[in-house]
C-alpha cells in the first residue's frame, strides 16, 4: 500500500469549546515540535462527549483540505481509560481519533483504509514522554500529530495494523419503498437542522417533502425561496439534508436538537 506523504497540514476538531486554554496549548505542542505546521481548527464547539457529530464534520470536509493532511479528532469521554487511539491512513490523508465511533462513518465508507492502533507504550521510543490520564489532546494526540505531519513518522509507524474499530453511535438511515429515515446530527450556528441523509436518497423521490415532529417541509433549492419565518427543507452545501427556517432559527422555532427523527417520502 502506498502510504500518504505529508504536507504540513494539520486540522483540529475537538468538544473543548473556546473557554480556557485547552485548543491553544495542544497548538503550543505541534508548534514546538514542528514549527512549519499549518494548523487549521476545523471545530471545537462539538456538543461535550458526542463524538458522532465530530465524526459527521470530518467525513465531510477532509476533501477540501490538501491532500497528505492530519486531521486530529478529539471527543473523548474515555479519556485515561481502556479506550484506545486508532490512526487511518486512507484517501491521501491521516486521521488520529479515540477508538470511540469517532471515525467509524468514514472507516465504513472506505474499505481500502489502513487503520492501525497507537502503541502508546511506545511512544517514548519518539520521544513522547508519559502522558497525563486527563489530557491526552496535549500529551499524544498533539506530539503524534506533529511528527506525522512533518513526516518523521507514518502511520504504520505507530502500532500494529487493525481491521476493527468501534461501530459508529448513530444508525444509518434507513430506506424503504417509500420513505427514508434519518436522525438530526448537528444544529449549526443559524438554527438549522443537518441530517444523516445525503442527497442521494432524497433524488430517489420525484416530489420529496421532509418531515420532523409532525410537521411537513417542502423541499426547496436555496433558504431565499422561502419568505421570512418559513421553513423549508433542502439539501445543504454539504451533500445532506437539512431543515431551516428562512431568516431564522428551525431548531428554536420547531424545539428540535440532535437526535431528532426526520424522515423523507412522496409529496402526497
Not at 469549546?17 to 515540535?33: C, S
Not at 471545530?43 to 470530518?58: C, K, R, T, V, Y
Not at 465531510?60 to 479506550?83: C, K, M, N, Q, W
Not at 513526516?151 to 500494529?160: E, F, V
Request: glycine letters at 10%; proline letters at 8%.
Amino acid at each position: 500500500m502506498t502510504q500518504t506523504r505529508p504536507c504540513g497540514v494539520i486540522t483540529i476538531t475537538t468538544d473543548f469549546g473556546h473557554k480556557g486554554p485547552f485548543a491553544a496549548v495542544m497548538k503550543g505542542v505541534i508548534l514546538t515540535r514542528f514549527p512549519e505546521a499549518r494548523i487549521v481548527d476545523l471545530a471545537h464547539d462539538i456538543p461535550p462527549h458526542w463524538p458522532p457529530e465530530a465524526g459527521f464534520w470530518i467525513s465531510r470536509s477532509y476533501r477540501y483540505f490538501p491532500r497528505g493532511s492530519v486531521h486530529l479528532a478529539i471527543v473523548d469521554p474515555g479519556v485515561g481509560t481502556e479506550r484506545e487511539i486508532i490512526l487511518a491512513d486512507l484517501d491521501g490523508h491521516v486521521f488520529m481519533a479515540p477508538d470511540n465511533g469517532l471515525l467509524a462513518p468514514l472507516l465504513a465508507d472506505h474499505e481500502s483504509a489502513a487503520i492501525y492502533r497507537l502503541d502508546v507504550a511506545g511512544l517514548a521510543r519518539h520521544g513522547i514522554s508519559t502522558p497525563s490520564l486527563t489530557f491526552h489532546g496535549r500529551d499524544i494526540f498533539a506530539p503524534v500529530a506533529a511528527e506525522l505531519a512533518a513526516g518523521r513518522l507514518r502511520a504504520s509507524d505507530l502500532g500494529p495494523r487493525s481491521s476493527q474499530w468501534t461501530p459508529g453511535w448513530l444508525e444509518d438511515p434507513v430506506v424503504t419503498r417509500d420513505r427514508v429515515s434519518g436522525v438530526v446530527v448537528t444544529v449549526d450556528a443559524f438554527g438549522n437542522l443537518i441530517s444523516n441523509i445525503d442527497a442521494s436518497l432524497v433524488n430517489r423521490f420525484r416530489s420529496p417533502v421532509a418531515q420532523l415532529g409532525g410537521h411537513s417541509f417542502p423541499m426547496m433549492p436555496t433558504y431565499g425561496r422561502a419568505r421570512p419565518g418559513d421553513y423549508l427543507a433542502l439539501i445543504n452545501s454539504f451533500g445532506v439534508l437539512e431543515i431551516a427556517r428562512a431568516e431564522g432559527s428551525a431548531a428554536e422555532g420547531l424545539g428540535a436538537d440532535r437526535g431528532a427523527p426526520v424522515v423523507v417520502r412522496e409529496a402526497s
